[in-house]
């Protein structure tokens, strides 16, 4: 991906955070669990979270009901407004609207820095040695990305490539999801960078069903649809709805993979 294509399509994200913040699934609690494991001292008060795109506070939300010290980063002023009316009741969360790689860290290090479901749409020559520069000696460098792998309602999402091929010219013809097993895990861009070891993976899986209604929606958060020129995008939601309704009774389940990252800051 260009840097140019990047920028354009992380800011689709911040063009409909109501929506967003209704239609996104959110994060297995287990992956919380594994997080505080990881932690230097767990995820409770006193522990200081610096969060990368947060969003509408998705993943923020968690961590400052357990009680954690969050400054949040989020690129998009809509997304920034809705995060901080998720977060109003937490006074130790502060979300700052600015981009990641213009945001001034400050002297204080950060126990976990954390990115889910946003590091990808940083600039890749910055996120990693940055969020190195966040952290203090033990800390935790911890991303998160999710997947759409094989299962649920798998006749569904064969027939439904139909709809892409005829309205996305980008889809590749034939295209089947794959198993979670072999999806790769997420090491490249952590090469090079001598202040994190190894990293550790934790995998979730779960299937979640949708309405026709509950999952256009879904689709109008993803920003290779919202992308789209408006003609096309309109036929291919159009074509999945029809679908979905004729062919599925209204109904479609969606199975993810959700991969938390944990590489920890040596000294």
Not at 237 to 255: F, M, P, Q, W, Y
Request: proline share 9%; aromatic share 8%; with cysteine.
């Amino acid at each position: 991906m260009t840097e140019t294509e990047r920028e354009r399509l992380r800011r689709t994200f911040t063009e409909a955070p109501e929506l967003y913040d209704r239609a996104r699934p959110g994060y297995p609690p287990a992956m919380y669990d594994d997080l505080a494991t990881a932690a230097p001292a767990g995820l409770g008060p006193g522990c200081r979270v610096l969060e990368i795109g947060c969003g509408t506070g998705q993943a923020t939300v968690p961590l400052a009901r357990r009680g954690c010290r969050v400054t949040a980063v989020e690129l998009g002023a809509d997304m920034a407004r809705v995060a901080r009316r998720n977060l109003a009741g937490f006074p130790d969360v502060t979300v700052v609207n600015a981009a990641f790689e213009e945001w001034p860290l400050p002297p204080e290090p950060f126990d976990v820095v954390l990115a889910a479901t946003a590091f990808a749409w940083v600039d890749p020559a910055i996120r990693v040695p940055r969020s190195a520069d966040a952290l203090r000696p033990g800390g935790v460098l911890a991303t998160v990305r999710t997947h759409h792998v094989a299962g649920g309602s798998e006749e569904f999402f064969a027939e439904v490539q139909g709809c892409y091929e005829r309205f996305d010219p980008a889809t590749p013809p034939g295209l089947r999801l794959r198993p979670a097993s072999a999806v790769p895990e997420d090491r490249d861009d952590l090469a090079g960078e001598e202040r994190f070891a190894a990293p550790v993976f934790h995998r979730y899986e779960r299937e979640l069903p949708y309405s026709t209604a509950e999952y256009l929606d879904l689709l109008r958060t993803y920003s290779g649809h919202r992308a789209l020129p408006g003609p096309a995008r309109d036929g291919l939601l159009g074509c999945v709805r029809g679908l979905i309704d004729e062919r599925h009774g209204g109904r479609v389940v969606k199975r993810y993979l959700t991969e938390l990252r944990l590489a920890r800051r040596t000294a």
